[in-house]
């Protein structure tokens, strides 16, 4: 397998095992009391919000990080938030995931060599991407004025 084939069937298997795991409801109950931290809550989210800063840096010249990491997204999620919350909580963990999900479709599209689709996809990737800013920083703002 090429890095690239090896980092969709990771990505796949991770945001399939990830989406089980919630719809099942499994949980892991050291990460869940490990969650209930306050200083565990916050070092998470930077860790995350690092790792979300790092996949928009250097996109056009580090793809092949840039599809190996966006691989490895639902794990990034599980550290911070093992299981899905309520209200914005969920439509930003969906928006998280669905990026991810929309990222793995690029080796199809690009593989059939069309310029519209390409384009559709490139689009909705990265509206994705700018929405879960958006709402990153407003769940931020909302952790901060709960505090």
């Known amino acids: 397998m090429t890095p690239r084939r090896d980092a969709t069937a990771l990505g796949v298997g991770l945001l399939v095992a990830y989406l089980a795991q919630a719809a099942a409801g499994v949980q892991v109950p050291w990460l869940v009391r490990l969650q209930a931290n306050d200083l565990y ?23 092949q990080r840039h599809e190996l990491l966006g ?41 059939r060599r069309a310029r519209a689709p390409f384009t559709w996809w490139y689009l909705t990737h990265v509206a994705l991407a700018m929405l879960l800013i958006v709402l990153a920083g407003y769940h931020v703002l909302i952790a901060i004025a709960y505090e």
């Open 41 to 63: 809550e916050i070092a998470s989210g930077i860790v995350l919000a690092g790792y979300i800063g790092l996949q928009w840096s250097g996109v056009a010249r580090h793809r």
């Open 71 to 111: 691989a490895c997204a639902p794990i990034v999620l599980y550290a911070h938030a093992s299981r899905f919350a309520y209200g914005y909580l969920v439509w930003l963990a969906a928006i998280y995931l669905g990026i991810g999900a929309v990222g793995l479709l690029h080796r199809p599209i690009v593989e």
